[in-house]
């Protein structure tokens, strides 16, 4: 009992773990490049709604100090980190979103399973072999 | 002149700025962007040199970013871990200068200040990483090293870099989400950001979130470590990577990785039961990555791939020596970080040597070099000794303090282990010396192959120089570091 009003007390921060897991799911099964970078978006998602969420004090006010506005305040530290979070999360999503479209127009797929990956450029061409010392 | 209190900010911001301005500074004169970039480089290694100098005269010192008190604001502190920064300016600049005539045949040459600017944005990362007091900070530069790093192994023209530099980012992006998600557990539990203050208001009076927070942190900074069994995205990203890029991967990026993991030891210090079970893991995958990576590196045909696995064998014996958490292994680990980030640069930067004089990367294929190659290969030669840890060079200190350190622990069957996976790299070191100098080469462009341009071979030769000199440095390290030894764990002076 006590365990569950614990739970429910803090139902949020059990969303945020939910969805945190669905997002790792995701991008660890999926075979899909396309598939797996949405499931990375799924989990930045959850950790800003979860810091976002850490700000949050029942009937508190915004944090400005003015006239009329008496504490206790919302914290502000959290929106200004899931910011600058959601920056880094943008330029990794262009990055992998670029090398999505480079490893389509190299292996022709995007589908993991499909790729095979092309071993001639490892090692020289046959003609660069100096003959009979090749034991 | 030392004393100057803006040295520190400086040695992040510096690289990030001139990262920045490459582009378009050099966007019509590419091959000239070396030239800035090393420059940059030469600075921020002055810098960071004078900050040293400080350290060792008046202890660790701190810096209040934009003037705001530590526990409010963004707090920078320069302490023995933070003194890595040394080591991270002198490879980089090295990898610089090295980088003059490789990458214009390794990348796009006019993308080549594209190149510039991104090594030096990952070096401004990198130095942001190892300096910053805060949490938050943490994160925000470890995805400025990181992303740059991504997009530094795609930009080889090797066919498997775009995908080898995904798989990357992906596993990358994950251990980064894990880390900011335990740090909002912490933020939540502490209200603070400021590592050392939440330090002291971390204990074990609420396991349960603290323990999910270590676990978050533990695991993130494992991935950015490739401790095994997370190491799997490795050895294609080094392998793929241009190689003065692989030396700063495997340098310094993975051991951003392990100075992330101390930061944690750093920050749970108070909760010291929540540390144990940690601890005995970081021991077991750390045998299990040393033996592992060795064993893997010894049967690899490409040089760069067998490279990248001896890269998972060593951080397994560095997280060897900071899971024992006895004073000689955790401070062999510590000295090995750095050892091993020089040995393995001059070793990714002897084989970009070769791959760009003849084009091979087979191991059979390079026979007789040593005659055509006399530098490069005297260099390799030197590093692939070191790197199995005979003494007198670098390689040797650090294992041999681990090894103390587990006997201390009582722990002997470790020492075979680590005795173990040191035969190996012997082998695979004596295998590659074999090929080079004492076989008939087997290719024609071995046969006509020349020495590389002094701006290859002079980072070689100082890289492996190096190797010899701080294995013969191995004491003044070891006290060095002691202090910062003593801050892990909990156990406070």
Known sequence: MNVLATALGHVDYLVAVALFLIGAWILVTSGNLVK??????????????????????????????????????????????????????????SLALVLILRVKSQFGTIELDEIVPTDEVRGAEDSDAIGGNDD | MIDWPHWLPLLAVLPLVGG??????????????????????????????????RLLGSGGFGYAVGGWLPQYGIELRFDE?????????????????????????????????????????????????????????????????SVSAYALVAMAREPI?????????????????????????????????????????????????????????????????ALFPVHFWLPDAHAAAPAPVSAMLSALVVKAGVVGMLRTLELFGGAGELLQPLLILMVWLGAAGALGGALMALVQRDIKRMLAYSTVANIGYIFIGLGLATASAAAGAMVHVVNHAVIKSALFLAAGAIIHRTGLRNIDDLRGLGQRMPVTCFAMALALVSLS?????????????????????????????????????????????????????????????????????????????????????????????????????????
């Open chain 1, 36 to 93: 797996k970078v949405i499931g990375l978006n799924v989990m930045e998602t959850s950790v800003f709604a979860f810091i976002v969420t850490t700000g949050m004090i029942d009937g508190g006010a915004p944090p400005l100090v003015v006239e009329g506005m008496e504490g206790p305040y919302a914290s502000p530290l959290p929106h200004a980190l899931v910011l600058t979070g959601i920056v880094v999360a943008v330029s990794i999503t």
């Open chain 2, 161 to 225: 870099a775009a995908l080898a530099a995904l798989k990357y980012l992906l596993l990358g992006a994950l251990s980064s989400l894990l880390v900011l998600f335990s740090v909002g557990v912490v933020f939540a539990m502490t209200g603070t950001l400021n590592i050392a203050d939440a330090a002291m208001r971390l204990d074990a009076s609420e396991p349960m979130p603290a323990a999910l927070a270590l676990a978050g942190l533990a695991a993130g900074f494992a991935v950015k470590a």
């Open chain 2, 389 to 493: 840890g005979v003494p007198p060079t670098a390689g040797f200190i650090g294992k041999w303090q681990i090894a103390l350190g587990a006997l201390d622990a009582g722990k002997p069957l470790l020492v075979a282990v680590l005795v173990a996976a040191g035969v190996i790299v012997l082998a695979f070191g004596i295998r590659v010396i074999n090929a080079l100098y004492f076989r008939p080469p087997a290719r024609m462009s071995v046969a006509t192959a020349t020495d590389s341009p002094a701006s290859m071979w002079l980072p070689l030769v100082i890289l492996a120089f190096g190797c010899i000199g701080l294995g013969l440095a191995g004491q003044p390290m070891l006290q060095f570091v002691a202090p910062a030894v003593q801050g892990l764990y909990g156990i406070v002076p």
């Open chain 2, 81 to 145: 871990i933070g003194a890595l920064a040394v080591a991270a300016g002198f490879i980089a600049l090295l990898s610089l200068v090295f980088s003059r005539h490789y990458v214009a045949r390794a990348v796009d040459p006019d993308r080549a200040p594209l190149y510039y600017a991104l090594v030096l944005i990952n070096l401004g990362g990198l130095n942001g990483f190892l300096v910053t007091g805060d949490l938050f900070n943490l994160f925000v530069f470890m995805e400025i090293f």
């Open chain 2, 20 to 53: 920045v301005l490459t582009p378009l500074l050099f966007y019509r004169l590419p091959t000239a962007a070396c030239f800035w970039a090393a420059s940059i480089a030469a600075l921020t290694l002055a810098v960071a040199v004078a900050l040293l100098v």
